[in-house]
Nanobody, 115 residues
Framework: QVQLVESGGGLVQAGGSLRLSCAVSGRTFSNYAMAWFRQAPGKEREFVAASSWNSANTLYADSVKGRFTIARDDAKHTMYLQMNRLNVEDTAVYYC????????WGQGTQVTVSS
């Protein structure tokens, strides 16, 4: 059974940092791109960042570019999202996704940024 489990969310003040982790079990995603998405209350889920299968290419939403960094450690079957200079607009549930067509998703981890 494939599982993606996010962790690392929490409450942080504006300007602070958090690092999210996404642990993959049940299969390897080393041949697939992986990504982070988020959904704020009352809003649609949106793309945050993605990493190609070999980490050679990364892509970021304009809203997080320069503040967030995506990384993956396939030896540990884990993907990360380092989030710096957080602001209240970053408050959301963050999800990781991977596999063919991003067909596998985690359950999400809550990030709350207070002003």
């Amino acid at each position: 059974q494939v599982q993606l489990v996010e962790s690392g969310g929490g409450l942080v003040q504006a300007g602070g940092s958090l690092r999210l982790s996404c642990a993959v079990s049940g299969r390897t995603f080393s041949n697939y791109a992986m990504a982070w998405f988020r959904q704020a209350p009352g809003k649609e889920r949106e793309f945050v960042a993605a990493s190609s299968w070999n980490s050679a290419n990364t892509l970021y939403a304009d809203s997080v570019k320069g503040r967030f960094t995506i990384a993956r450690d396939d030896a540990k079957h884990t993907m990360y999202l380092q989030m710096n200079r957080l602001n209240v607009e970053d408050t959301a549930v963050y999800y990781c996704a991977g596999g063919p067509g991003f067909g596998f998703w985690g359950q999400g981890t809550q990030v709350t940024v207070s002003s």
